[in-house]
């Protein structure tokens, strides 16, 4: 058990996370799908038998306090700080050619995403312990400080979802936002507020923009 509150008890998450505990929770275009078997994997204790190919790919966070409850040749996970994949759109590319079908986005509480800034001057001792130069050490973190920093974990995995949405219209993408208190999966209420793209090409632009 973390020593972490429940989110039901953190106003930061108040009113925004819906529970997940029985089938009659998991919303409609997700049952029967991968998606479903993960979420009742974690929160129910159902077990996930693999077949004979990957079922889904898992997004999240390097977060070392959650891993998936997936049997081994079941699922691709990529692990990225924060969970957001931009600059690894090839692989998600790579996996819809192997005939996946469903993307689990997953997102958690007491991120460290959030407190990039100021652990940056940890970060570039860490760097200059392996013999970086410090001035490169410093504007290395500096730079990825922008990119990589978030300021707030649900508004994070809301961004992401709608631009892989926009990225991969005819994927189906399921948000979803783990407590690290139990590792229960919870709904994210935006879910319920967008409808995820259907249109069948995606102008260049916008591949571009979303992925630079």
Not at 72 to 86: D, E, N, P, T
């Amino acid at each position: 058990m973390s020593s972490l509150p429940s989110t039901k008890k953190d106003d930061k998450y108040a009113n925004k996370l819906l529970e997940l505990n029985t089938q009659e929770d998991i919303p409609e275009l997700w049952r029967g799908t991968p998606i479903e078997a993960l979420i009742m994997a974690q929160n129910m204790g159902w077990p996930i038998v693999p077949g004979e190919h990957p079922q889904m790919l898992i997004v999240t966070c390097i977060e070392y306090r959650y891993t998936p409850p997936i049997p081994r040749m079941y699922a691709y996970m990529i692990r990225r700080a924060s969970g957001r994949l931009v600059g690894s759109e090839f692989s998600v590319g790579f996996v819809l050619s192997q005939g996946v079908k469903h993307l689990v986005l997953v997102g958690h509480n007491d991120c460290g995403m959030v407190k990039v800034p100021e652990k940056g001057a940890a970060v570039v001792e860490a760097l200059t312990a392996q013999g970086w130069n410090r001035t490169l050490s410093e504007q290395f973190v500096r730079h990825y400080t922008l990119k990589h920093k978030i300021v707030d974990e649900l508004g994070a995995l809301e961004a992401e979802y709608l631009r892989l949405g926009h990225l991969f219209p005819k994927l189906v993408i399921a948000p979803l936002f783990v407590n690290l208190y139990d590792s229960k999966l919870y709904l994210p209420k935006f879910y319920l507020e967008h409808k995820q793209p259907t249109h069948d090409h995606v102008p260049d632009d916008d591949v571009f923009k979303l992925i630079w």
